[in-house]
């Protein structure tokens, strides 16, 4: 009895190693996204490193081998922070950058279905408007 105890813990313990392994690392999850977004140095310095234009940070590269898998499997070994910050990236970028949006998408999704997700989401998105006392 106490060697299925031990079998099935050690089993359990595998399982989570594995489950673990199959997120992306959270090293970077505290990378400062509204800095990059509002300087076009360090944008442009990602969208290249993307693009395979330019050097890359070690964030940079993280993010570079993981770009494909995450887009193509719809972020699902993001961290709840990873998933946040890419939809914030890639919705600014749609909708304030498009010349660094379509080589981007050109190369990660060329079928265009992220960003047809996000158009069809942004038509749902409900407005309220202010109540006006008359």
Not at 47 to 75: F, H, Q, R, S, Y
Not at 80 to 104: A, T, V
Request: with cysteine.
């Amino acid at each position: 009895m106490f060697s299925l105890v031990v079998v099935l813990c050690l089993a359990g313990l595998s399982s989570a190693a594995v489950t673990e392994k199959a997120k992306y690392t959270t090293k970077y999850d505290n990378v400062n996204l509204e800095e990059i977004v509002h300087s076009d140095r360090l944008l442009k310095s990602y969208v290249d490193c993307l693009l395979e234009k330019g050097k890359c940070t070690p964030d940079g590269l993280e993010l570079k081998k993981n770009m494909p898998d995450a887009i193509a499997t719809d972020c699902s070994k993001c961290s709840e922070k990873q998933r946040e910050g890419s939809e914030y990236m890639m919705r600014f970028l749609i909708d304030n950058k498009p010349d660094y949006w379509n080589p981007l998408q050109e190369k990660y999704d060329p079928s265009g279905a992220y960003k047809q997700r996000y158009l069809e989401s942004k038509k749902q998105e409900v407005k309220v408007e202010p109540i006006t006392k008359t």
